[in-house]
């Protein structure tokens, strides 16, 4: 309790961000009221802006401000590829990387049958329909290596196959810099098990 | 508390802070808990790959609070790979394991065989006796066995000739028409399902839907997303 309503309701609300307990939602919603009102007035306009504009892109799924994102309505980009990720952020290093001129398709989410995430809680239906109208030739699955990445990407495989369109998934292995001495052992086997042919 | 080289699974791990996760773990000795894995999602961190579900380990940990400190892990040996359907089964076993056991609740039994479980999910064509099994030691360990000991009217031996239906919390129960119905089950199933052994094709499918109703009664409203996935993988 701290003496004002909207404090505590301040509070209450700060505790949706992901991370944030009560002891910190208290913290911040005290620092702001005490010490950085003009902060917290600009978090307020930044919110309700960003609120307003914000919206998923109609082909792609990904945060944009038109109907179209910049990816999706470029014509330099190449439509017969389309890249699914999870997040924005992962399609974001994908772009960093520089290599990828195709499409993508962003799910917002990952499988998480503890969580209770099912397909209905991602953006599959979406993707189906962009399968169903447009023409790809191969669909590259990126999800995490994690266990609910690899679910997800099993998922995916399974509605995608139907399709006869090419899938392929991201190499695993050694990461550049690595060092077979200190690399965990389930990598190192992975590399093994994928590994390539450079010569015949 | 200090807590050392206990046998553990992560069941889910969270992201917490920019470098860390809470995980969830089942452990033989304490049941069910979270821990604060500190660090472990650092680009340098020994743990990123190990805390991961299906995989058998050992962990150290130390604190009061809700959320102790995890100071250790090590693979307990080898690594279960679990894919397609496979890991969509580890998903059941550890969604079964989240809903129905409540946190510092210890069930070692089950995770005798959870790590038996773990381990034979690898096989693929072992799939659907590794559940039941698992399903039918889940429900005695919490406290719902099934009791398939004998007709709960007659107090008669199950015969394994005959068909019977089951009465939720009470037993086992002869069924004299026509074994046509989907909630009648033969004798001998229950007699194999009760004592462990193998069971043919049409007894798992019988089994099946006898623990599925037993498991509908505790799970209450929850969904299992594993089992949608689960359909989903067999579709084609």
């Not at chain 2, 340098?44 to 190990?50: E, L, N, V």
């Not at chain 2, 089951?166 to 007699?191: I, Q, T």
Request: charged share 25%.
């Amino acid at each position: 309790m701290s003496g004002s309503k909207a404090i505590d309701e301040l509070r209450e609300a700060l505790k949706c961000l992901p991370g944030v307990g009560p002891r910190t939602a208290q913290r911040m919603s005290f620092y702001l009221m005490e010490r950085d009102r003009e902060g917290a007035a600009e978090i307020a306009a930044r919110l309700l802006d960003a609120l307003e504009k914000v919206r998923f892109c109609d082909r792609c799924n990904t945060f944009c401000e038109t109907d179209l994102c910049d990816i999706c309505s470029s014509v330099k980009r190449d439509k017969s590829l389309m890249c699914v990720v999870e997040t924005p952020v992962d399609l974001e290093a994908m772009e960093q990387s520089g290599v990828y001129e195709g499409l993508y398709f962003v799910l917002m989410g990952q499988l998480s049958p503890l969580d209770g995430v099912g397909p209905d809680k991602l953006g599959i239906d979406k993707m189906v329909k962009l399968l169903n109208s447009d023409e790809f030739e191969e669909i590259i699955i990126a999800t995490n290596l994690t266990a609910e990445g690899e679910v997800t990407a099993e998922y995916l495989q399974d509605l995608i196959r139907p399709y006869g369109i090419v899938i392929s998934r991201l190499a695993r292995g050694v990461p550049i810099g690595g060092e077979l001495e200190y690399m965990d052992q389930r990598t190192v086997g992975q590399a093994m098990r994928d590994r390539r042919r450079v010569s015949v | 508390m200090r807590v050392k080289n206990i046998p553990a699974y992560v069941l889910i791990n969270r992201p917490f802070g920019e470098t860390s996760w809470i995980i969830e773990v089942f452990s033989r000795e304490y049941g069910r808990l979270a821990l604060m894995a500190k660090g472990a999602r650092a680009k340098k961190s020994k743990y990123r790959g190990m805390l991961q579900p299906f995989q058998p380990l050992v962990m150290s940990w130390m604190g009061r609070g809700e959320i102790p400190i995890l100071t250790g892990a090590e693979t307990a040996g080898g690594f279960n790979e679990l894919v397609g359907q496979s890991m969509i089964c580890g998903f059941y076993v550890n969604e079964l394991i989240y809903r129905l056991l409540a946190r510092h609740d210890p069930h070692r039994l089950l995770f005798d065989q959870y790590t038996i479980a773990m381990d034979r999910l690898q096989s693929p064509e072992e799939l659907h006796s590794v559940l039941r099994a698992f399903e039918f030691i889940i429900l005695r360990e919490t406290g719902y066995e099934l009791r398939l000991d004998c007709d709960f009217e007659s107090g008669k031996a199950i015969q394994d000739g005959a068909h019977y239906r089951y009465v939720n919390g009470r037993g086992a129960v002869l069924f004299n028409g026509a074994p046509a119905r989907e909630d009648v089950y033969s004798g001998y199933m229950l007699r194999a399902l009760a004592s462990g052994n193998t069971l043919d094709d049409k007894s798992l499918g019988q089994a099946k839907l006898l623990l599925r109703v037993q498991l509908s009664h505790l799970l209450g409203r929850h969904d299992i997303v594993s089992r949608t996935l689960y359909q989903a993988s067999c579709r084609e």
